[in-house]
C-alpha cells in the first residue's frame, strides 16, 4: 500500500474550495470581459534562461529547475508575468496593441511553507500593454475596484502611489543614489514600524534629517485627503512634475468614475526593488489589514525588453487567489458558504429508476441541479447524511404522486408534476 | 536578446485559442454541476511513486520527473485518474461515497510530439465512485450525451461495449489465458484493419477457426441494432450473463432517457491494457472519424486499491478537449468562430476621455462587454485595424450626440443617451 501523501507546500482542492474558488474566477472572468480584456495561457514549462532572465537570485533558489528527457534545462513559471513578457515579444504583432489581457492559473515557487503561503498558488493578472497615460492607469484601477465590488467583499481600500514621484522627490533632496536601498527599506514600513525605518534611513543616509524628511514623504498620506496629500508630496518633490501631473489626472478620472473613495494616495507604497517605474499599489481588507496585500501591482516601462526591441510599456494588477480566499474565510464571506452540489436529491427504489431518471432530466432542463441517489437499496439514514453532507436543500422522493422535501425546513409537500415543483424551489 | 521561444511540444494560447476554450469549459461545467457533480483540484507536482505505482514501462518514459531542492522524487501528472485514486483514498470520508466529481486541468507527457498531440494538454474526466449499477453507468453515458449536445456538435455516436462480456465470450471459446494479447491486438482494429488483426489472432491462438471467432465476435456491432447485437454476442459467449445482462439495463435506461439513438453497440471497442472490468466505451465524430476518439472511459473495478482497502468501484469518462478543438475547427463550429473581444469599442479625443469612461461604464453595467481605445492621438486607420483584429462589431464616437457605427454593415446612428443606445445593439 502507498500512502495516499501530497508533497509538502501542496494541497488537494476539496469541493468545498474548489466550487468558490470556481465561483470567484467565473465573476473575476466576467469583469475583465466587460473591460474587452481576453484570456491567454502559456506553458508551465519553459526555458530556465527565458524564466530567469529577469529573476535575481532569490527567484533561483525558489524555482522548481530540471533537465528534461532531452537534455533541455527547464523550469515551472514562478508567476505570470515572465512568461506574459516572452509571449508579447513572440506575438504582439498577432494581437493587436494595446494588448488587454488576463491569465488566471497556477504557479510554482519552492519557497519554504509557512501559514498561507504554499508551493503552488494561482494568480490572477491583467494588465494594458502598449499605452501610456492616465486613462490605462485608471482603467486598471477601476478594474480592481469592479472586481472587488463584483466578488462582493465587504470593506477594501486601495493604497496607491507613485515610483516616479518618489523619484524625483529622492533626487530633489540629494538622494538619488541610494535609492535602491532606500526603496527596500521603506517597503518593510508595515513590518517594521516607522522607529526602525527612520533608524535604518538614518544608516543608509548617514544623515538623520534626510532620513526624517523621508519618513515625512511616506507618512504625508496619513489622515490626509488623496488631492491634499498629492499637494504636499509634489512640494516635497520640488513643485509639480510630470508623475504630479499624472497622478493629478488619475485622481480626476476616478472622481468621474465616481469610485475616487476606496482610494488612498499612501506613499509609503513602493512595491519594493520591483521594475515598476510609474503608478503602484496594494489593497488591504479594511477588517483584516494584517492579512497583506490581496491585489498589487502598478506600470512599467518595457516589459519585454530581454526579449523584444519592441517597446512596450504597461500597467497591470495581479490579484492574490488563495491570500484572498484565506481573507474571504475570515470574514465569513457568503461567497465561500454556499457549496451545495445540487439543488435537489432525487431518491428513488430499484424500479422507480426510469420515472427518477426522467424527473431529473425534466428538472435538469429548467435549470435545477439534479443529483441522483444512486445506491437504491441504501438505509434512509444513509441517504439523509449524504444530502447534508452534499448541502443539498431538497429531496424527491416517488409514490403516486411527488413529494418533495425540503432538507431545511422539513417540510413537505405533494406534487402531480414537474412544471408544478418548479416554482415552489428556492435556491441561492 | 533571449529568443522568446518555448519547448519543442509546448505551445502558448492566444486568445483566438483561448477564449472558445474557456466557453467550451464553461459550459461543460454547467453540463456536470446540472448532475450534481462537483469540482476538485490536485497538485501538478505528486510523489512520483504514487504517480508511477500503476504505471507501465510507456508512462516511465513519459513522465517529467526530476529530484526537488529537498531531494525529493518528484513527477508532473500524466493524467487526472491518476491523482483522483491518490485523492480518494485520502478524502473519501470528508466527500462523501458516491463521489461524483469532475476535474478540467492540464496533464503532461514527454511523449514525441506529432500532428495534433502536444506534450502539455487539457484533460476534462467525470467519474461517478461508489455504485455498480446499471444506473450510474447510464449517467456517466447520459451526461456524455448531454455535454456533446451543450456544445451544439453536428454528428457524434458513442460506440459502446462491455469488457465482462469480452472476457465471457473468451473463456467461453477457450482463449481466456490470452486475453491481454488479444485485447491489445483487437485495440488496433482501426489502426490496422480486419485482414491484419486475423492474422494476428491467428499467430496468437494457433488456431485459424477461433481466430474467426474473435473476429465475428467483435464486428457482430456492423449494421446492426443494439439490442441485435446483444443477442449476438451473448449468444456467442454461451448465454445470457451477468454482463449481458447489464448492457440489456442500461439500453433501456438509454431508451427511457430518450438519447438511446446515439449509442451503437460496437464489440470492437476494447480500451487497450487499461483497467476497465465493465463498459466502455469511444465518440467519434461522424463526418471526421479519422480524428479518433473524443471522448472515451468505462468501469472500473477498484480504483483506489494501490493506496487504500476501501472498495471503490466507479465508472467515468474523459473528453480530450484539445483534439475536440481541433475537430470543431476542422467542422468549422460556430464555437470557435465567435472571438470578439468586446462588443462595442469606444473611440474618443482627449478632451472627452471622462464622458467616454462615463459612456463606457453605463455600457458595462447594462451588460455590454466595452473597450476603450486607449491612444486618443491614433490615426482612424490604426483604430479600425485594431477593431477588425479584435472582432469587435460597433464603434462608439462622441460629437454633440453620439454616433453608433456596426462595424460589419458600415451602418451609423445618433444617439442623445446610452439608453437609447443599448436596445439597437445586437450581439451573438
New interface residues.
Given amino acids: 500500500?502507498?500512502?495516499?501523501?501530497?508533497?509538502?507546500g501542496?494541497?488537494?482542492?476539496?469541493?468545498k474550495d474548489?466550487?468558490p474558488k470556481?465561483r470567484i474566477i467565473?465573476k473575476l472572468?466576467d469583469v475583465f470581459?466587460?473591460?474587452?480584456?481576453?484570456?491567454?495561457?502559456?506553458?508551465?514549462?519553459?526555458?530556465t534562461?527565458?524564466l530567469l532572465?529577469k529573476g535575481g537570485g532569490e527567484t533561483d533558489?525558489q524555482i522548481?529547475r530540471?533537465?528534461?528527457?532531452?537534455g533541455?534545462d527547464?523550469a515551472?513559471r514562478f508567476d505570470l508575468t515572465v512568461p506574459f513578457a516572452?509571449?508579447l515579444?513572440?506575438?504582439h504583432d498577432?494581437?493587436?496593441i494595446?494588448f488587454?489581457?488576463y491569465h488566471i492559473n497556477?504557479v510554482?515557487r519552492?519557497e519554504n511553507p509557512q501559514k498561507g503561503r504554499y508551493r503552488?498558488f494561482i494568480q490572477c493578472d491583467f494588465d494594458?500593454v502598449?499605452?501610456d497615460?492616465a486613462?490605462?492607469d485608471?482603467?486598471i484601477l477601476?478594474m480592481m475596484y469592479?472586481s472587488f465590488s463584483a466578488l462582493g467583499i465587504d470593506g477594501y481600500t486601495f493604497h496607491i502611489s507613485h515610483r516616479g514621484l518618489f523619484s524625483t522627490f529622492l533626487d530633489n533632496i540629494g538622494l538619488k543614489d541610494k535609492s535602491v536601498d532606500i526603496l527596500r527599506t521603506v517597503d518593510k514600513l508595515r513590518k517594521i514600524g516607522e522607529d526602525e525605518v527612520r533608524t535604518q534611513l538614518a544608516g543608509i543616509t548617514g544623515d538623520e534629517e534626510k532620513a526624517e524628511a523621508v519618513i515625512k514623504y511616506i507618512t504625508a498620506g496619513d489622515g490626509s485627503s488623496f488631492p491634499d496629500t498629492l499637494s504636499k508630496l509634489a512640494e516635497l518633490s520640488g513643485g509639480a512634475n510630470e508623475a504630479s501631473r499624472r497622478m493629478e489626472e488619475i485622481y480626476?478620472?476616478l472622481e468621474?468614475?465616481g469610485i475616487a473613495s476606496a482610494f488612498v494616495f499612501d506613499p509609503s507604497i513602493t512595491r519594493g526593488l520591483d521594475y515598476y517605474t510609474g503608478i503602484v499599489y496594494e489593497t488591504f481588507l479594511d477588517r483584516i489589514p494584517s492579512l497583506g496585500s490581496v491585489c498589487s501591482g502598478g506600470r512599467y516601462n518595457n516589459l519585454?525588453s530581454?526579449?523584444?526591441?519592441e517597446e512596450l510599456p504597461g500597467v497591470g494588477s495581479s490579484i492574490g487567489l488563495d491570500r484572498l480566499m484565506a481573507g474571504l474565510e475570515e470574514l465569513k464571506s457568503p461567497l465561500l458558504a454556499s457549496i451545495s452540489?445540487?439543488d435537489v436529491?432525487v431518491v428513488h427504489k430499484d424500479s422507480e429508476?426510469?420515472q427518477a431518471?426522467?424527473a431529473a432530466?425534466e428538472l435538469?432542463r429548467n435549470?435545477i441541479?439534479?443529483?441522483?441517489?444512486?445506491?437504491?437499496d441504501a438505509k434512509m439514514k444513509k441517504i439523509y447524511?449524504?444530502a447534508e453532507?452534499?448541502a443539498?436543500p431538497y429531496m424527491l422522493t416517488f409514490s403516486d404522486t411527488m413529494t418533495l422535501k425540503d432538507l431545511r425546513t422539513r417540510e413537505t409537500r405533494e406534487y402531480q408534476s414537474i412544471a408544478e415543483m418548479i416554482k415552489d424551489i428556492k435556491v441561492d
Avoid at 500500500?1 to 509538502?8: G, Q, T
Avoid at 530581454?306 to 526591441?309: A, E, P, Q, R
Fill in positions: 500500500m502507498i500512502e495516499p501523501v501530497v508533497l509538502k501542496f494541497r488537494d482542492s476539496l469541493p474548489e466550487i470556481k467565473r472572468e470581459s466587460s473591460y474587452g480584456f481576453v484570456p491567454i495561457d502559456t506553458p508551465v514549462l519553459e526555458y534562461k527565458i532572465g533558489k522548481f530540471f533537465e528534461d528527457n532531452g533541455r527547464v515551472m516572452r509571449f515579444a513572440a506575438h498577432e494581437v493587436g494595446p488587454k489581457r497556477k510554482w519552492g503552488e494594458i502598449g499605452a497615460n486613462e490605462s485608471y482603467e477601476s469592479h480626476a478620472l468621474a468614475g519585454a530581454l526579449y523584444t526591441k452540489s445540487a436529491l429508476t426510469a431518471i426522467k432530466e435538469r435549470g441541479r439534479t443529483d441522483i441517489y444512486l445506491n437504491p447524511s449524504y453532507m452534499k443539498i
